[in-house]
């Protein structure tokens, strides 16, 4: 009979024999995934493994071998310490990103503030502001049908009210539904045709138009502040993830809109993430 911890250490080789980074971990995610437990008790117990999760655990290491992301075969992922289903359709949430909430949740903002989300994807920003600013009203607006379904499963596993809007960002009739908005988040798609053309075999498998901004990654930046600008209340704020190296860029394109008090914030890796403006 196979036990947990063989299956573990299996997994394990499979995947450093495959350079894939981090190999214990995510075998541990796995092993932790199909058996329901977590591996040090696994390890201790060294718990009998059925045929069934034997072959779950095999085809799971499988796919990911072949560029598979981790996320997407265990169907949810932490961010900000909270749980979110994840899966084709949906950016997967990243460390990177939790600089743009803790930028918004450091904004002095009033007593019952306002909040748009734009590019929702999973939802993982909108759930997670509106769960740590308790009295705001917290608004995804989203495009896609399937994220929008993330969005909605993402609220109710939270248990997170916010309002969904399915609509395109990047129309003025969108737009128009909105007014006097303190603060306008959004993770746009940001990368460039050349980025586009080296990503990592696991990014793939993420919605292009999730990650696509344009031949220089610009597009989405220029269209959003000009046309939701207006939507913001004098002093609001509009504050975007940012690329590597993109921070020059948006701080031109928010100040061309009339944007000011600009501030920019580094991730956990020293590179600047964040760019944020005030409305005049």
């Not at 999760?53 to 997407?72: D, E, F, H």
């Not at 939507?231 to 993109?246: D, H, N, P, R």
């Amino acid at each position: 009979m196979v036990t947990a911890p063989e299956l573990y250490f299996h997994a394990k080789k499979i995947f450093e024999c495959n350079q894939i980074e981090s190999a214990s971990f995510e075998a541990m995610c796995i092993i932790e995934h199909v058996f329901g437990k977590k591996l040090a008790s696994l390890l201790l117990e060294k718990t009998t493994a059925s045929e069934e999760q034997k072959n779950t655990v095999n085809n799971l290491a499988y796919r990911r071998i072949n560029g598979y992301p981790l996320q997407y075969l265990l169907g949810k992922w932490e961010f900000f310490g909270l749980p979110f289903y994840v899966g084709e359709g949906v950016l997967i949430p990243r460390q990177d990103t939790e600089t743009l909430v803790e930028t918004v949740l450091k904004i002095k903002l009033p007593e019952n503030p306002r909040i748009l989300d734009l590019c929702s994807g999973s939802g993982c920003i909108a759930v997670t502001l509106a769960l740590n600013l308790k009295n705001a009203e917290v608004t995804a607006v989203e495009i896609s049908d399937k994220a929008v379904e993330y969005i909605k499963k993402n609220a109710k596993l939270n248990d997170s009210e916010i309002n969904i809007v399915i609509g395109d960002v990047l129309s003025g009739e969108t737009a128009k539904m909105f007014s006097g908005i303190d603060v306008i988040v959004c993770n746009p798609p940001y990368l460039t045709a050349d980025d586009m053309k080296a990503l990592q075999r696991e990014v793939t498998f993420e919605p292009e138009t999730a990650l696509f901004g344009g031949n220089d990654g610009l597009d989405f930046y220029r269209s959003i502040t000009k046309i939701w600008r207006d939507c913001l209340k004098s002093g609001g704020v509009l504050a975007y993830e940012i690329g590597m190296g993109q921070e020059s860029d948006v701080k031109k394109i928010l100040e061309e809109n009339n944007f000011t008090n600009i501030e920019m914030t580094k991730d956990l890796s020293g590179i600047i993430r964040v760019v944020r403006g005030e409305k005049i």
